[in-house]
């Protein structure tokens, strides 16, 4: 319950105020949680952004993606959504008038959490999540989400079947494939910016049962008039008997949403979590060859 307070006190201060305050905070996160600042900037670092003001810039927008949820996840949402500017959800509209399902896919990038309610507002929507440890924080969660016509399922079994369902019925379905699974037998090692990690193999898997057609999507931050700009992009992507090389396709398509704004992209997430050491030396011999 008090997640849900403090979101609905924060939401009493401009979009505007947040952002400066959350930069602060993810700042000082990164400056003074030694583990998570070493791990953004070598992730980072692997991805070719070395330089330390790239990963001041990136905890700052960290700070920024957890105090603007006071205006996402909250009443404030219902002013905010008409502000935003789109690209593409035409394209996306056009396919789901032929009645044929979307598989639509970003990474933690920006304003992610904006990017289901905005199309939520328009259609049907089911965006799988896995469900935090913390009671109090998996309520608010889903509170925020689960506004307008956007449905959680969650990460297993269960909540597989419910995006098949919607998938085959011409819904949209939402995933965040840069998430370390939870069980590496749904999983391939494949390169995430050079370096070897963990990648579901749901999305080709999805793509290949229900003959969806693939979006890849993203919401990024701006400062002057609109906030936020999403941008939508049909991707033609036909599932192979290949997993590793359907999720290495996946990757890439997510390595080109983030290099839009590098800066906005959540690179203390523990990306290449669960990977051996062994495979980890292997990785970094090849590079050196």
Known sequence: MWVKLLLAALSVLPLSVLHVLGGWLGRFV???????????????????????????????????????????WTWRIDALLPKVKVTGWEAVQKIQDSGQGVLMLTPHIGAFELLSLWIGQRAPFTAMYRPPKQAMIAEAMLSGRQKYQVKMASADVKGIRTMLRALKNGELVGLLPDQVPNAQGDAVLVDVFGAPAWTMTLPSK??????????????????????????????????????????????????????RAPEQYLWGYNRYKGVPEVTKSEGKADADV
């Open 30 to 72: 990164a400056r003074f949680d030694k583990r998570y600042g070493a791990r953004l900037a070598k992730n980072a670092s692997q991805a070719g952004f070395t330089s330390r003001q790239f990963a001041r810039d990136s905890a700052a927008h960290m700070g920024r993606s957890v105090l603007e949820l006071a205006h996402i």
């Open 206 to 259: 999805l793509l290949r049962q229900t003959g969806a057609a693939l979006v890849i999507m993203s919401a990024r931050r701006v400062y002057a008039p609109h906030r936020y700009e999403i941008d939508f992009q049909v991707v033609e992507f036909v599932p192979s008997l290949d997993m590793a090389a359907d999720a290495a396709r996946v990757n890439e398509l997510m390595a080109s949403v983030i290099h």
